[in-house]
Nanobody
């Protein structure tokens, strides 16, 4: 049974930082690309960042996250991370990690999803 468990969310002031983690089990982690998505109240789920499988030589970011967010992975610990700096109130959302076979910004190709972790950025 595949499980993705996010952690690291919380309340932070604008300009602050958070590091999200997503621990995976029940799959060969290194064979999956990993993505981060978020969903704010009343809005659709949107792409945040993604990292390729294996050597993780490729990453992709939504334009509004470039330069502020960094995605990385540890294939020994079966964990993907999202370092978020210079947070803004508009970054407030539930953040989800997802595992899939291709590196993409689209949600539908991802096979497995976590339950999400809340990030709240106060002004």
């Amino acid at each position: 049974q595949v499980q993705l468990v996010e952690s690291g969310g919380g309340l932070v002031q604008a300009g602050g930082s958070l590091r999200l983690s997503c621990a995976a089990s029940g799959l060969t982690f290194s064979n999956y690309a990993m993505g981060w998505f978020r969903q704010a109240p009343g809005k659709e789920r949107e792409f945040v960042a993604a990292i390729s499988m294996w050597s993780a030589s490729m990453t992709d970011y939504a334009d509004s996250m470039k330069g502020r967010f960094t995605v990385s992975r540890d294939d020994v610990k079966n964990t993907v991370f999202l370092q978020m700096n210079s947070l803004k109130p508009e970054d407030t959302a539930v953040y989800y990690c997802a595992a899939g076979r291709i590196l993409t910004s689209r949600a539908s190709p991802y096979n497995y999803w976590g339950q999400g972790t809340q990030v709240t950025v106060s002004s």
